[in-house]
């Protein structure tokens, strides 16, 4: 890769058991403060959030599983008119592995050239799991702001892949976990989220019905209509 990489940081679309589980989504933190220090480090970034974009649209997997967000077909056309050189997918819960997989999956039929980088939760715990798909490229453990911009300059530059810490890859067919990066001591030294790269005034839309609930919830099969609502929050 040797032009200025662009990248396309995809909140994937959510599954959920219809009955016992709400539909919700706020502002995707993390990608906000990754897409932020791309911008810092001059690399061209994109963002598509799945759930927010296709929050209304439901389908019925079968065996009381909904899937909401942006349909497939819709997520194709979004990747091909962004025309991304990296796709970076977050994936914060370990039960939504089957979606990640899926548009890894669906980026390569896209264009197998197309490299996937997963971040988040589960690959930070697993860092060997989804790496066995061979779909998924990369893994970045932790916190992505300083890991994923030296990734892609190094892929850029054609460097030694074994110094970047806090990343996961594929050498000759074998999964390789890198030693992990030590956290970011001086938060301030962070740029703030990049807000302006994502509508931001639709997460209150999405959420600003609960009155002191922070995130939009709503059961599958109904609408965001405030009676039809019911007030979660979340518990851990
Ligand atoms: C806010 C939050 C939510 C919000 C979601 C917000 C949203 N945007 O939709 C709500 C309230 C909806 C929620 C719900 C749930 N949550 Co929650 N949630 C959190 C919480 C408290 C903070 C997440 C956050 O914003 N972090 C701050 C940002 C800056 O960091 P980040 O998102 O992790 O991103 C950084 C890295 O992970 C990485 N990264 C992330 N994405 C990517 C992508 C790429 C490409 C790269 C390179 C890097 C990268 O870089 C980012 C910057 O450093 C975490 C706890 C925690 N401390 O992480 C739990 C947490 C993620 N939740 C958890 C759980 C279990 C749930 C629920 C399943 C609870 C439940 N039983 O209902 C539900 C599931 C929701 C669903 N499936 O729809 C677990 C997940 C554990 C797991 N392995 O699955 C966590 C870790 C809490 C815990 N310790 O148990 N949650």
Redesign the pocket.
């Known amino acids: 890769m040797k032009r200025k990489a662009r990248i396309l940081?995809i909140e994937p679309p959510?599954t959920?058991y219809g009955s016992g589980e709400t539909k919700?989504?706020?502002?995707?933190?993390?990608?906000g403060?990754?897409a932020a220090s791309l911008e810092q480090a001059d690399i061209e970034v994109n963002v598509l959030d799945c759930v927010l974009e296709g929050f209304d649209t439901e389908q019925e997997l079968g065996n009381n599983l909904f899937r909401y967000g942006l349909s497939d077909r819709e997520i194709i056309r979004e990747i091909e008119s962004a025309q991304p050189d990296i796709v970076?997918?977050?994936?914060?819960?370990?039960?939504?592995i089957a979606v990640v997989r899926a548009l890894c999956q669906l980026v390569k039929e896209i264009d197998p050239d197309l490299l996937t980088?997963?971040?988040?939760?589960?690959v930070?715990?697993l860092p060997e799991h989804l790496l066995t798909s061979h779909c998924v490229d990369f893994i970045?453990q932790?916190?992505?702001?300083a890991?994923?911009p030296e990734l892609i300059s190094v892929l850029i530059e054609g460097g030694d892949l074994s110094g970047v810490r806090g990343i996961g890859y594929k050498r000759d067919g074998q999964v390789v976990i890198n030693a992990r990066r030590a956290p970011i001591e001086d938060l301030d030294s962070l740029p703030f989220p990049a807000r302006h790269l994502f509508p931001f005034e639709r997460y209150f839309r999405i959420t600003s019905t609960f009155g002191d609930s922070i995130?939009g919830v709503v059961s599958p099969g109904r609408k965001k209509k405030s009676d039809q609502l019911r007030p979660v929050m979340?518990t851990?």
């Open positions: 940081l959510r959920i919700r989504h706020g502002f995707p933190l993390g990608l403060y990754l970076g997918i977050s994936n914060l819960f370990s039960d939504q980088v997963v971040g988040g939760n589960h930070t715990a970045v932790g916190e992505g702001e890991i994923l995130w979340p851990y």
